[in-house]
Each structure stands twice: as C-alpha cells, then as structure tokens.
C-alpha cells in the first residue's frame, strides 16, 4: 500500500500563487517519477506535471505550462508544484502522482487522496 500525502490547498485569489506538496512518509521512489493532476467538477482528472527521479526531465501540460513549476526534494521525499496566475479554471482537487513518464505526459500507478483548490475571482 502507497500512501501519499498532499498539502497547501485552500481558498486562493484570482491571479495569486498556490504551492503544493507531496510526500510519501516511510517510501522512496527509486526511479519512479512523481507528479500532479487535477479533476474539476464534471469533468475527468487531467494530467498537469510530471517529473522524474533524478529531476532532469519534466513534462507540463499544454494548460500550465509557463505558469507552473515542479520541484523534488529527495532528502524530504517530497514534491511541490508552484502554480502562479490563478485563474478560476483551476479550481479543482489536485492529485499528487507516482509513476512513469510518458513521451508528453504520465502513467501514474499511485495516487494521493486529493487536495482542493478553490480559486476565487
């Protein structure tokens, strides 16, 4: 069993910043890659950023990219996604990720329970 843990959403202005962590008490992911989606109301969960063990290679989605950084601290186990420019679109549950990259994306194999990002105009 993969346990992950995500923290930092909340309620966010429009055009303010949000930052996101990911940990995984107890794990390390040789050679996975981690990342982050979301899913807003009614709509399917997305893939949003991505990157890989040693933090050399990333991927961002058409819909962040620009606005959107992915960090990874080995020493803490942890992930942090930076977005910046919130826009009220972005209001969804984010979802922190462990699995592969793809060519343009990821093919996670773990998920987090989700965090809420509510993005207030």
């Known amino acids: 069993q993969v346990h992950l843990v995500e923290s930092g959403g909340g309620l966010v202005q429009a055009g303010g910043s949000l930052r996101l962590s990911c940990t995984a008490p107890?794990?390390?992911?040789?050679?996975?890659?981690m990342g982050w989606f979301r899913q807003a109301p009614g709509k399917e969960r997305e893939f949003l950023v991505g990157?890989?063990?040693?933090?050399?290679?990333?991927r961002y989605a058409d819909s962040v990219k620009g606005r959107c950084t992915i960090s990874r601290e080995h020493a803490k186990n942890t992930i942090y996604l930076q977005l910046n420019s919130l826009k009220a679109e972005d209001t969804a549950v984010y979802y922190c990720?462990?699995?592969?990259?793809?060519?343009?994306?990821?093919?996670?194999?773990?998920w987090g329970q989700g965090t809420q990002v509510t993005v207030s105009s």
């Open positions: 990157i890989n063990w040693s933090g050399e290679n990333t």
């Open positions: 107890g794990r390390t992911f040789s050679n996975s890659a």
């Open positions: 990720a462990v699995g592969l990259l793809t060519s343009t994306s990821m093919l996670a194999d773990y």
